[in-house]
């Protein structure tokens, strides 16, 4: 149980909570209200969520359905560029319909079916999604960069009924097992062949047919839309189920935080955008993987606004130049990694960055120094970075601008339809300027993690999400973040849990105890070290590494692994004292 006494919350503990006008209403940013209000083009009204009270934006889509009709408007729009491949939002809607239509024929698919989704990014993940989701099924989004033991672990989580992949997916499984009960929808052609009867081809199931036009379900917001995954402290994955609601709440926040944005822009920088660089108009560089939050949501947003999705390979920092001069990309959102890279390539010149708009980072904390760096090179790009989790759906909070260059340790304030509070052990109400955990309501909230209603009741509580973070307000609702109470590396953007890291090496016969933890590195923010307590002398760093390379996706490979012979220190409990050993490193 988290130190922050979830269970401690008792009922005249919460009554208190609730009872605090700051849990009901969180200091926004002072530019909300010229977007918000009564009347104008972000007008909110309250709406019952969950059987709770929340702020929602009039006219937004209540569901996927009615976000993807926004998205059909733009027919002859470019919806997807990857390479020399371009794919209308006509010709896209159009491979979806035919291949929900086959899905529901064929498979049986239908609402509350739970369709898992491994590529690569491509297009045909999204077009997956699209279809998946029409019909009021589940998209479970599995961790693509994992290895087979992981997505099958993931698959197996949910309950997994038939499964999207691409040749190379579809092969690593097959290597770990040769015939699942799933059929398989094959992008490609993979060495392991089709089952006969069991599996189908991507492209015979997804060629648009006038029989087959894409005609989006309408379920209760309620219904499930989306599964994301987040470890923890057992060390394996949950499956956070996101309701159609949520997601398309999301959508329309963001949508909002970029109108706010390029608002600030104009007030801080004394110039009006062209209609080709507002939020609405520029368009998606995809770089991160799109089973994550980050990737899902930027998608979704851009098919309801009708603006162009670019689907890069493999990072590197060529890749953006080449967007800003070649696709009249000003803005990027980034992890401090690929910021670092851009920053240090002869290309970076003054012309160059200066073409860059705005930057959003919302993996990691910025190093201090590289704030003061893209102050000096890019004076006029307005700069923010955001907090939030898979289980809120969205953000949470985000800080820009002038305020997030002078407060550069703060994430900011609380999003419309978003309350936060900090609540001490007892449940009650921290001071301003004092930490405590920090809590989240909003109609963002994720519905459930499926198959594990422990941890479900310990993290939603009346309508509350337990964020498993520790964090301050300052007096003018500014939100910091002071420490994390889950055991999490965040390296290069990806979210790595100790938990998961020290199951793998402790699974090795060799091993008798082991703690995985992060190391300050100046590029990817944190990388991932370990320390192990062998049973064999002879065990070399090498083969340890080897080994969680057969279990753990690539980039959960400890960057180094040192040995000890003495146990590690414990706590009165028994547990592994990490305050005490991460002291004496």
């Avoid at 530019?31 to 104008?40: D, M, N, T």
């Avoid at 993290?459 to 337990?466: M, P, V």
């Avoid at 991932?528 to 279990?551: G, I, N, P």
Wanted: net charge negative; with cysteine.
């Amino acid at each position: 149980m988290h130190a922050n006494g979830r269970d401690g919350l008792s009922q005249q503990g919460s009554e208190a909570a609730d009872a605090s006008p700051r849990f009901r209403d969180n200091i926004r940013d002072p530019l909300v209200e010229q977007l918000i209000g009564s009347g104008k083009a972000f007008e909110l009204e309250e709406v019952e969520v969950g059987g709770h009270s929340h702020k929602l934006f009039k006219g937004a889509a209540r569901n996927l359905a009615g976000l993807y009709r926004q998205g059909m408007a733009f027919d002859a729009r470019k919806m997807i560029v990857e390479g020399e491949r371009v794919i209308t939002y006509g010709e896209g809607f159009a491979q979806a319909g035919a291949l929900a239509a086959a899905l529901k024929r064929d498979f049986g698919v239908g609402e509350g079916t739970m369709v898992a989704i491994a590529t690569a990014n491509r297009a045909e993940w999204i077009i997956a999604l699209l279809a998946v989701t029409s019909l009021g099924a589940v998209a479970v989004a599995v961790n693509s960069r994992g290895v087979a033991e992981e997505m099958l672990r993931a698959m197996d989580l949910v309950a997994t009924e038939v499964a999207i992949l691409d040749a190379e997916r579809a092969d690593l499984i097959a290597a770990e097992r040769s015939d699942p009960a799933w059929p398989r929808i094959v992008v490609g052609e993979p060495q392991s062949g089709l089952r006969n009867g069991k599996d189908a081809a991507f492209a015979v199931l997804a060629r648009p047919s006038a029989d087959a036009p894409f005609d989006p379900v309408d379920v209760d917001p309620a219904a499930g839309g989306i599964v994301l995954f987040t470890s923890g402290t057992t060390g394996f994955p949950k499956a956070a189920l996101l309701s159609q609601g949520a997601v398309a709440n999301s959508v329309a926040l963001s949508v909002f935080m970029g109108a706010l944005q390029d608002r600030r822009y104009e007030e801080e920088n004394g110039e009006t955008l062209p209609p080709e660089a507002l939020s609405m108009a520029t368009p998606l560089v995809l770089l991160g993987p799109m089973f994550h939050l980050s990737g899902i949501m930027p998608v979704l947003r851009a098919v309801s606004v009708g603006t162009t999705i670019h689907i890069m390979g493999k990072w590197n920092a060529d890749l953006a130049f080449d967007m800003i001069e070649n696709t009249g990309m000003t803005r990027l959102s980034f992890v401090p990694a690929m910021l670092w890279d851009m920053l240090r390539s002869p290309r970076a010149t003054p012309e160059m960055l200066g073409k860059v708009r705005y930057m959003m980072n919302g993996a990691a904390p910025l190093d201090p120094e590289l704030v003061d760096e893209i102050g000096q090179r890019m004076p006029h790009c307005l700069i923010a970075t955001t907090y939030g989790q898979t289980e809120v759906t969205s953000f949470t909070s985000s800080n820009s601008g002038r305020t997030y260059i002078d407060n550069p340790d703060t994430v900011g304030w609380a999003c419309p339809t978003v309350n936060v509070a900090i609540r001490r052990d007892d449940g009650r109400e921290a001071d301003v300027g004092e930490p405590g955990e920090i809590w989240v309501s909003s109609p963002l909230l994720m519905t459930r993690y499926l198959n594990n209603p422990e941890a479900t009741a310990e993290t939603l509580q009346d309508g509350w999400l337990a964020s498993g973070d520790i964090g301050r307000f300052d007096e003018n609702g500014l939100l910091t973040i002071v420490d994390r109470k889950k055991n999490m590396v965040i390296s290069g953007g990806e979210n790595i849990y100790c938990a998961e890291v020290e199951r793998v090496l402790a699974s090795h016969p060799a091993v008798r105890e082991a703690i995985a933890y992060g190391r300050p590195d100046p590029r990817l923010g944190e990388r991932v070290e370990a320390t192990v307590v062998a049973l064999q002398a002879d065990v070399s760093e090498e083969a340890l590494k080897e080994h969680c390379k057969a279990h753990l996706a690539i980039y959960k490979v400890p960057r180094a692994i040192s040995f000890r012979a003495e146990a590690l220190p414990r706590t009165a409990s028994g547990k592994v004292d990490r305050g005490s050993f991460l002291k004496s490193l």
